[in-house]
């Protein structure tokens, strides 16, 4: 099995910057594309941005210009830096990958448990 863990959250004042990692574990044959997303109070889970195995990107447009999302594969691990932080930005943010175990013929799709953002007014 692969096992996600997201770590790196925190709270920090409007402005500020946050460096959020998401590392995987386990039986791993095979990740392909890795994901974060975000989750506010009361509100729907949103993906924030993707990245490719082949490192190619894609943020969306309410963080265009503050985030960038990027991967090291030798560590199986995925980043979220997270510039010009807003109070808007508070929320849970979560990492999935599509990953193929040892022993298995079919991805499937991972999630962490989450790691809290507050970001301060």
């Known amino acids: 099995q692969v096992q996600l863990v997201e770590s790196g959250g925190g709270l920090v004042q409007a402005g500020g910057s946050l460096r959020l990692s998401c590392a995987a574990s386990?039986?791993?044959?095979?990740?392909?594309?890795m994901r974060w997303f975000r989750q506010a109070p009361g509100e729907q889970r949103v993906m924030v941005a993707t990245?490719?195995?082949?490192?190619?990107?894609n943020v969306a447009d309410s963080v265009k210009g503050r985030f960038s999302v990027s991967r090291d594969n030798a560590k199986n691990t995925m980043y979220l830096q997270m510039n010009s932080l807003k109070p808007e930005d508070t929320a849970v943010y979560y990492c999935?990958?599509?990953?193929?175990?040892?022993?298995?013929?079919?991805?499937?799709?991972?999630w962490g448990p989450g790691t809290q953002v507050t970001v301060s007014s």
């Open positions: 999935n990958a599509d990953a193929r175990a040892m022993g298995v013929l079919v991805f499937r799709t991972y």
């Open positions: 990245i490719t195995s082949g490192g190619s990107t």
């Open positions: 386990g039986s791993i044959f095979s990740i392909n594309a």
